[in-house]
């Protein structure tokens, strides 16, 4: 089970595919080793047996068939043992003098060598066959000399070597192998509390993290960046939890509310006013709960942020009118004065929608919590930063509850008459975030001013927009 296992793993392959070219190296380099030597060592025999013919020509030059013999005698004599080897033959092939008895047979090579076998007694008496290489010459007379050298030393050390290679190489592989065995243990046994931990995760263990070995290698990198990855998914699982509590939580109540109407309407005991009356604060409620989601559904597209396909480079200035213009007949009716102070043209990437929503739920918490007789203003600024912001001087926000305001269904007084559910900067926080732009909620002393400033090095060249003037 682990054999196969570690068969299988990545690292195991590596390590024989490595040791393959490895080895595939090693035996070229041996060959080549090889081969050079035994050249090396035959021209040596072959330079040898030239430089002894080259005497021994010297030598009959001198002194004659003669003097040549008596040469070959005396070296006959010194090379006892046959490490050189000398015959001189007459014309008829009769032994005159030499080491060996009978001119040898043989094959030539190209380089006109005779490769041939002699014998030779060894001290225990018994006669063992040698190779030699040697080379011919004929004498005047037809007379024929033969010098050698004897090579059966020489290929006793190249079969030695060839041994020490085969063995080495074999040594190679094996030792290769135990080794890819052993790394491949290491990097399964690492692996395997990644996995384990992975397994637990997925059945269920959300908290579960995968241990660090303190190694600081890349197994800790992994594993802290996946830990990191857990940490992140389980806190947006938490949040994600959060949410769908707080809506459940809060919708409940208005769907109650609809279904005791309902009850109402279905006793009877209505008359034709009453009756419709019931009816259109059931439409009301209704219509409540739909714009409920519909913020919701806002904030999610807004969280996904898979709108990046619709962006465009927006107008703040003509959005700020837009916004301007659907608020301004109800910031009058509730006796508020709302001024819209636009110099610049600005424009920004973004989702042209989600922005002008944003805004106007800004607006609309300004004038909803501005008491009668306040101000309200929309501003665009270009420079430092583009820049989109309402302020107000109603009853603003302690500093200590702004965060909280961000939240999903939170409403900092919700006694207050003001009709709401508390989903309106959600939303304006999620499309600052869609849009990597900065919500600073300052104070107005007295009032609130919201901000949404973009960065303008986020933001991908526009082509100008054509100009929005200010208006009030
Ligand atoms: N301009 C403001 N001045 C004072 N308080 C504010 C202002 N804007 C927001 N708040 C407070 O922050 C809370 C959250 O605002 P948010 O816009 O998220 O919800 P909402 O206005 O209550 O409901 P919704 O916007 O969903 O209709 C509000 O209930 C209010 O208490
Ligand atoms: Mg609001």
Redesign the pocket.
Known sequence: MLLTRLLKSATFRLTLAYLGVFSLSAMALFAFVYEASITFMEQQTRETVEAEIQGLREQYALGGLAGLERVIRQRAEAERNRASIYLLVDRWGGRVAGNIDAWPEGEVDENGLLRFTFERPRPDGRIEHRRALGKRFIVAGRWRLLVGRDVEDRIATQKLLLNAMTLGGGLMVVVGVLGGFALSRWTLARLEGINRATKFIMAGDLARRIRLEGTEDEFDELARNLNAMLDRIEALVAAMREVTDNIAHDLRTPLTRLRSRIDVALLGRLDEAEARALLEETMREADQLIATFNALLAIARAESGALRSEWEPVDLCAIAAEVFDLYEPLAEERGITLGLDSAEDVTVYGHPQLLAQALA??V??AV??TEPGGRVTIRVRGTPRPMLEVADNGPGIPETQRRRALERFVRLQPERSAP?N????SLVDAVARLHEAELEMLDNAPGLRVRLVFDPAAQPKPAPAPAQKALH
Request: hydrophobic share 25%.
């Open positions: 739920n800004l609309d918490n909803k919590y709401g508390g989903l309106g900067l």
